[in-house]
């Protein structure tokens, strides 16, 4: 044996240099048997069709020339003629769906299968790092923050604990129109809206519905104002098709602006959670208190076998943001959508005050116990789910595995966007009409927001569903019939029609719907004091 050889191959090649060059092989190796593996897949399987796309940044300069992205994807599968497509940006894989049979298949046969979410710029900044339920990735973590949403704020039993907080803000929306119409104001059905749902999420979680000292009429002040704005913001940017998202490198530029809204955005919000948090968890821990009297309380006091906090302090401020911006959100902007289209089509009016009219009377308010008869206005809201959806997309969906949907081969890694508006003309007659009858099939007797069939998304299903189905259901018919029930509403004497068109950059109406109301019930039904 030549040991002067083997001497040498000892001096200039360490163990850890070896360790290295195995790991590395390895990898190679590993990745090409993935590589074939995924090529023989695809022979029996084929991506969706897709744009043709360009090396290393795929279709990202279509993209980034036809905004929005949205809108530009639907075109693209319009050109193609087809119900999911593959579209790359950069090396990820984007899978539009507009198919409800394939969506179907997708959230219930393969629904373990695609039960993570994308990890981008802005889900990362807004979770404080993927520490919350609905935006983290499938993990501990998420099943942890799933499991305490669940049980602990959303149950039945805190829904009923919450109802008086709820009904404080039912009351304190038909005082603030009253006194607008009192001063012979215009009312914006955008701002009352918005602020109802943000005074029912500051009620149930930090206990006030207010920030600082409040109007005097009900009506907003600027820091509520400020928050809710913060709110809606971080919900336009949370998903928006960001190139640095599909291109890491691009993320210290913010080419897009995008990462500099979301982070004041933040800053916005955390000013005004951080000190109440903070001093609530100082409360707790010195025995100052000691009775549960929001969810915030709920939050802190939970403990561990140990009697150990279940949550840290950054737990409770992150998962606080999110379900912050996912209470506001499809409430306020549904009833705006109805009221426009009601304003349009003033027989609908009728039939939701005839309906009012019949099942609580004029002389009390209707309360959230009559909302199960109120068939008429859930219906109402269920049309405008199907037309005017907050976002284009349901939240995306990535694929844990290889998996075959549809006959089309679907990569792990890729992110799954199903449309949720339902303006399919296969499924709907008259698809663009806001026709609320059309969901009064079958003789149905009790109207729900859900969509089972997925023909449009609601709230979803499977793993990653929203468990908010019962107060997000009750705020948004709750919302409507105080509005409607309360008031008669018509169109300004300037305005000759409401226009429909929709914002070019989100889903709210082009222009915020500013009315007339009028008082419909006697004036002492709206005679409340501000709390």
């Known amino acids: 044996m030549d040991y002067s050889a083997f001497a040498f191959f000892r001096s200039y090649f360490h163990p850890l240099w070896i360790s290295f060059l195995i ?106 790092g993927y520490l919350t339920s609905a935006i983290a990735p499938f993990g501990e973590q998420w099943k942890k923050m799933k499991k305490i949403i669940v049980n602990d704020l959303l149950s039945p039993q805190r829904y009923r604990w919450l109802q008086d907080k709820r009904n404080e803000e039912a009351d304190n929306l038909i005082f603030y129109v009253y006194n607008k119409c009192n001063n012979g104001d215009l009312v914006s059905v955008r701002l009352a809206s918005q602020h109802y749902c943000g005074n029912v999420y500051r009620k149930m979680y930090f206990n006030t519905r207010y920030f600082g000292k409040g109007m005097k009429d009900g009506g907003p002040g600027l820091e509520e104002i400020e928050h ?4 809606f ?57 000691t009775v549960e009297e929001d969810l915030l309380d709920v939050l802190i006091s939970l403990k561990d076998v140990n009697n150990n906090p279940v949550l840290t302090k950054k737990e409770i401020k992150a998962q606080l943001i999110e379900l912050m911006i996912a209470t506001i959100d499809n409430p306020s902007n549904l009833v705006e959508w109805i009221l426009a289209e009601m304003l349009n089509q003033p027989e609908l009016f009728q039939q939701a005050t005839n309906e009012l009219d019949k099942i609580v009377g004029k002389d009390r308010l209707v309360q959230e116990s009559d909302i199960p008869n109120l068939n008429f206005l859930k219906a109402c809201a269920r049309e405008a789910l199907r037309l005017y959806p907050m976002a284009p997309f349901n939240i995306p969906h990535v694929s844990l595995n290889d998996t075959v949907v549809g006959n089309y081969f679907i990569p792990k890694g890729s992110h799954v966007l199903i449309k949720r508006s339902g303006r399919n003309p296969l499924l709907w007659d008259e698809p663009h009409k806001f026709k609320p009858e059309r969901h009064f099939k079958n003789g149905e007797s009790n109207i729900v927001l859900t969509e089972p069939g997925l023909k449009f998304i609601s709230f979803s299903t499977g793993m990653r569903s929203c468990p908010g189905v019962k107060l997000g259901t009750t705020m948004t018919v709750l919302l409507l019939a105080r509005l409607l029930h309360g008031f008669t509403w018509s169109i300004p004497p300037t305005t000759s029609s409401i226009s429909l068109e929709k914002s070019k950059d989100d889903m709210f109406l082009a222009e915020p719907l500013v009315v007339v109301a009028k ?13």
């Open 23 to 128: 790991a590395t092989c390895g990898f190679f190796i590993i990745k090409t048997l993935r590589y074939h593996l995924m090529s023989v897949k695809s022979k029996i399987a084929k991506l969706p069709p897709g744009p043709k796309p360009w090396p290393i940044v795929g279709n990202l300069p279509e993209m980034i020339a036809n905004n929005p992205a949205p809108m530009w994807i639907f075109k693209v599968m319009e050109d193609l003629n087809t119900e999911i497509a593959c579209i790359r940006l950069g090396n990820v894989h984007i899978i539009p769906v507009t198919c409800p049979t394939i969506a179907r298949e997708i959230l219930r046969k393969h629904d373990a299968d695609f039960a993570s979410r994308p990890t981008t710029m802005a889900s990362g900044i807004i979770s404080s």
């Open 228 to 231: 809710v704005d913060a709110a």
């Open 233 to 289: 913001t971080l919900l336009k940017y949370i998903y928006a098709f960001s190139a640095s998202d599909y291109m890491p490198c691009l993320r210290l530029l913010d080419l897009d602006g995008h990462k500099g809204k979301i982070k004041n955005a933040m800053k916005i919000m955390n000013k005004y959670h951080d000190s109440i948090i903070e001093e609530r968890i100082k409360q707790w821990n010195d025995g100052s208190k």
């Open 519 to 531: 008082p419909r019930l006697p004036t002492e039904l709206y005679n409340f004091s501000t709390k």
